[in-house]
């Protein structure tokens, strides 16, 4: 994948582009500064590159705002750039276009911010133009900045007293198709049009403005003619009779309806806006699309289900960011499949935590331990920002503690303390929607008596006391579940080794989700007490709760 990594700047008058591809050249550019004329005045000093372009400024009346103090970037096209734009509409001069046309090329041109190439990124830039559009910047073959797939960037970062002027070799043109008819005009997606339209969503995914007449974005996510051959699909209609189940597509709960809503997110969508969130809902009711960053792949959907990795569908990142007048347009490497699953037992490992495991000479080595920062740990966050709230360890295989996996995750928890903790989160593995009785795997502790467990900001209604021992070590499993509590630690005579509910939750979608504990009341002293957690576990309501049992080792004893 090819990607703008950033400028660094040399004796503040060279930027070095570095490319990401190996083979790939490096362009050195010039930062011009000239801090004593603004925008359209610097472009007056150079008629040989400009006057078409100021002529149209000047004619739609952009000169004047263009040329206040401010904050501004302009996509400059060269006189050459114009007159090619004019060759390719069939116009021999700017003067054959109308005021309106030339007012949205402009627009198009022009982002009310500064942005110099160090901001650039592969995908699009994080403000929209005055035209409402965004930009897509990316590298062509030569390592030079590519503008929308189109013009290539001859000279960046003219800095001037409102902002910066980048020099481009094409004219910029609003995207004025919709998602459905870039699709269509696009052979490679032949199989995939007759989808959209068979099912209703051509009708829906053409349309620009919703009834209130604010734009109706929508992101669509399109597999080619040529990766659903490779899945055994070779026509429309043999994708017809692998997934139309009613006989009728456009019926909402047929399966070839709910395949085509699953590939289309709500909302304006760049590959930026995909991977800054780890799932986003689709068209199909309640559904998810998870997102995974494996350097620069992007995956859809790769997840652990019973233990089993599901590899995930990467996103073809050269054919995607497509702009549309009402969207985007991706276009994915496998076929995306929405997979109707039923609700199964998750156990979280509260120590497996990704940057943990990286720490090899910590991760589960006996005697070991660490406390961590807030933001040292991407799922877990806490209310105190100047505690180290959170603490993993390792124990010696001779502790009397019986951990699964022979370690354990401290939270300082503690109500109404300000050297203390109020509460953390912890973002869940995936979740299959249903519903759950959650419970907690945990050594008693001092503190933690009045812990308010809630789903997704939704409190379960129970409240956890983490100071509780196991009721009984003889009592049948059904007297200690009808108790809240349960068994399991393996071969383990030990009160201490507690599973307790944490009351039942309603999964709606099939994705991660936050789950935080809460002290809402004081017991004991002291500014850093400790609940020590082993994991938690999700069952789905209709399952048997009292097995398995958990090894030391890491077996699970059915």
């Not at 610097?42 to 004619?59: C, G, H, N, T, W």
């Not at 993993?392 to 300000?418: K, P």
Request: glycine share 6%; net charge positive.
């Amino acid at each position: 994948m090819k990607k703008i990594q950033r400028f660094i700047q040399l004796t503040g008058l060279w930027l070095l582009l570095i490319m990401i591809v190996a083979g790939c050249k490096k362009q050195h550019y010039t930062q011009t500064t000239t801090d004593d004329v603004n925008i359209v005045d610097y472009m007056r000093r150079y008629p040989e590159q400009f006057s078409e372009y100021v002529k149209i400024l000047d004619r739609t009346n952009i000169s004047p705002f263009l040329n206040a103090y401010g904050a501004y970037t302009a996509f400059a096209p060269t006189n050459d750039a114009i007159k090619a734009y004019l060759v390719e509409i069939g116009k021999s001069s700017t003067d054959e276009l109308d005021v309106p046309t030339l007012t949205n090329i402009c627009k198009l041109h022009i982002i009310q911010d500064t942005i110099s190439t160090p901001s650039f990124i592969d995908g699009k830039l994080y403000a929209p133009t005055m035209y409402g559009q965004f930009l897509v910047t990316g590298v062509n073959s030569a390592g030079f900045i590519i503008i929308n797939r189109r013009a290539i960037v001859t000279k960046p970062n003219v800095l001037t007293g409102n902002g910066y002027i980048h020099v481009i070799d094409k004219v910029l043109i609003p995207a004025n198709l919709t998602v459905a008819q870039m699709v269509e005009q696009n052979p490679r997606y032949s199989i995939f049009t007759q989808a959209l339209k068979a099912t209703g969503f051509y009708d829906s995914l053409n349309i620009v403005n919703n009834p209130d007449t604010t734009r109706r974005w929508r992101s669509l996510l399109a597999e080619s003619d040529s990766i659903l051959n490779v899945g055994g699909i070779a026509s429309y209609a043999a994708l017809k009779t692998r997934y139309n189940n009613t006989g009728n597509p456009k019926n909402p709960n047929d399966s070839l309806y709910l395949y085509v809503a699953y590939h289309i997110l709500p909302g304006l969508k760049y590959i930026a806006d995909i991977v800054g969130q780890q799932s986003h809902l689709t068209m199909a009711p309640l559904e998810v699309v998870t997102v995974t960053l494996d350097g620069q792949t992007v995956l859809l959907n790769q997840a652990v289900f019973n233990g089993v990795l599901e590899a995930g569908v990467p996103i073809n990142r050269p054919r995607s960011d497509n702009s549309c007048n009402n969207g985007v347009l991706h276009e994915l490497y496998g076929n995306i499949l929405l997979k109707i699953r039923s609700p199964y037992r998750v156990d979280f490992d509260l120590g497996a935590q990704p940057e943990i495991i990286k720490l090899t000479s910590l991760y589960r080595k006996a005697g070991k331990s660490q406390a961590f920062s807030l933001g040292q740990l991407a799922d877990v966050t806490w209310q105190n920002t100047n505690l180290q709230a959170v603490n993993y360890y390792a124990n010696a295989a001779t502790s009397t503690d019986n951990y699964w996996w022979d370690d354990g995750f401290g939270v300082n928890l503690r109500y109404g303390n300000s050297a203390a903790n109020s509460w953390v989160e912890f973002k869940t593995p995936l979740l299959v929607k249903g519903k759950y009785v959650i419970w907690f795997m945990y050594r008693r502790a001092n503190m933690g008596a009045y812990t308010q467990v809630s789903f997704d900001g939704v409190p379960t209604g129970k409240i956890v006391d983490f100071t509780q021992s196991l009721p009984s070590t003889t009592a049948t499993d059904a007297a200690l579940i009808a108790q809240g509590f349960k068994r399991y630690a393996w071969n383990s005579p030990n009160s201490n080794n507690v599973s307790q509910s944490g009351g039942t939750i309603t999964v709606a979608t099939t994705d991660r989700h936050i789950l935080r504990l809460q002290a809402v009341r004081d017991n004991g002293s002291g500014a850093a007490p400790s609940v020590t957690l082993d994991f938690i576990q999700f069952v789905p309501i209709s399952d048997d709760p009292t097995r398995p049992w958990y090894k030391r080792d890491g077996t699970i004893v059915p």
